[in-house]
């Protein structure tokens, strides 16, 4: 079974920056989509960036100039750099992987969440 592990969140000032990383445990053969979504209180989950496997990355419209999702292939990792935060950025974030993993197969995995809360 395939397990995302994210790290990064917390509280910043509005204009700060965080970074966001997760790491799957498997071993991937290939990936399809690895992406970054968030959820705020009393909003249904959003896209914020995702990265496909031609490796061009999509943003939603909220975030575009300000956020960067990479990746790392060699280490199973999907990162998402955010910049000039807003207080409206407040949210759970969630990551997620959608691969072909080694001996498993085919697998859309969503990490535990991490809260990044931007206030002064």
């Known amino acids: 079974q395939v397990q995302l592990v994210e790290s990064g969140g917390g509280l910043v000032q509005p204009g700060g920056s965080l970074r966001l990383s997760c790491v799957t445990s498997g071993r991937i053969s290939s990936i399809k989509v690895m992406g970054w979504y968030r959820q705020a209180p009393g909003k249904q989950r959003e896209l914020v960036a995702t990265?496909?496997?031609?490796?061009?990355?999509n943003y939603a419209d909220s975030v575009k100039g300000r956020f960067t999702i990479s990746r790392d292939n060699a280490k199973n990792t999907v990162s998402l750099e955010m910049n000039s935060l807003k207080p409206e950025d407040t949210a759970v974030y969630y990551c997620n992987v959608r691969a072909v993993y080694s001996g498993i197969g085919f697998s859309d995995d969503w990490g535990q969440g991490t809260q990044v809360t931007v206030s002064s």
């Open positions: 990265v496909g496997s031609g490796g061009s990355p």
